[in-house]
Nanobody
Framework: QVQLVESGGGLVQPGGSLRLSCAASGNIFSINAMGWYRQAPGKQRELVAVITTGGSRNYADSVKGRFTISRDNAKNTVYLQMNSLKPEDTAVYYC???????????????WGQGTQVTVSS
């Protein structure tokens, strides 16, 4: 009973910036971590960045120094600021959350529908 909705994707030139947002809603007891994955055509889905409720962050080596993940716990929203974008960043970006639904005691993984990011001149 957790829904994740992404926004902010689009077309941008190399070197440009985009900011993705993902808002979680539903009968949520807690969200223990939120993150972003991406999948390019013909490639495996890969972790881009993750952030815990406590603010611990982890990034893929390919995006370190260019992308920044942040979280507003009060709004159950996670953001991904993407700077200095490269054509190889082109992919569908998926929001991910590890959450506990109210009335349960187990943590499950939830996914958003994905948002397309295209970096091209």
């Amino acid at each position: 009973q957790v829904q994740l909705v992404e926004s902010g994707g689009g077309l941008v030139q190399p070197g440009g910036s985009l900011r993705l947002s993902c808002a979680a809603s539903g009968n949520i007891f807690s969200i223990n971590a939120m993150g972003w994955y991406r999948q390019a055509p013909g490639k495996q889905r890969e972790l881009v960045a993750v952030i815990t409720t406590g603010g611990s962050r982890n990034y893929a080596d390919s995006v370190k120094g260019r992308f920044t993940i942040s979280r507003d716990n009060a709004k159950n929203t996670v953001y991904l600021q993407m700077n200095s974008l490269k054509p190889e960043d082109t992919a569908v970006y998926y929001c991910n959350a590890l959450a506990v639904v109210a009335g349960t005691r187990f943590e499950y993984e939830y996914w958003g529908q994905g948002t397309q990011v295209t970096v091209s001149s």
